[in-house]
């Protein structure tokens, strides 16, 4: 199949997009695929809980992950549940044996009581997401 526009789409930093067609994901049709040429994900962590903060507070955390698989590791889209959460992630493919960071920020503003957020990593891996977790308790400030 060709594609009407080769040219790739930029994003807002002038960086080049990574098209989901670059993925390639050794799934078969039987569900069965050679594990030792797949790139696989090893977070330290897949959950990180903030504790308490101010409403207000802008509070940051990265997500580290080892490239477990046999072959290079591509993500090719993060996205998070609410728009006061913002993933940042290398477009670079990490080799394997290598690591690689997601960072998540969250912005407080106008949330209050505890706050759960997701962010789905898409990536040329079995499976092909992987969701990530952020938490905070919001406090109002207190009023002097």
Request: hydrophobic share 30%.
């Amino acid at each position: 199949m060709l594609a009407c526009n080769p040219k790739p789409e930029k994003l807002p930093s002038g960086e080049d997009k990574l098209s989901p067609g670059i993925v390639d994901n050794p799934a078969t049709a039987n569900g069965k695929a050679d594990s030792s040429n797949i790139p696989m994900f090893q977070f330290e962590e897949s959950t990180h809980h903030f504790g308490e903060i101010t409403e207000g507070e802008i509070v940051s955390y990265v997500f580290k992950f080892k490239n477990v698989g046999g072959s290079e590791l591509v993500i090719t889209n993060v996205s998070a549940s609410c728009g006061c959460t913002v993933p940042e992630y290398s477009k670079n493919p990490v080799e394997p044996g290598k690591e690689g960071e997601i960072k998540v920020t969250f912005n407080s503003n106008g949330k209050s009581g505890m706050e759960t957020k997701s962010i789905t990593v898409l990536a040329n891996t079995i499976p092909a997401t992987k969701v990530l977790t952020i938490s905070a308790e919001v406090n109002q400030p207190v009023k002097k």
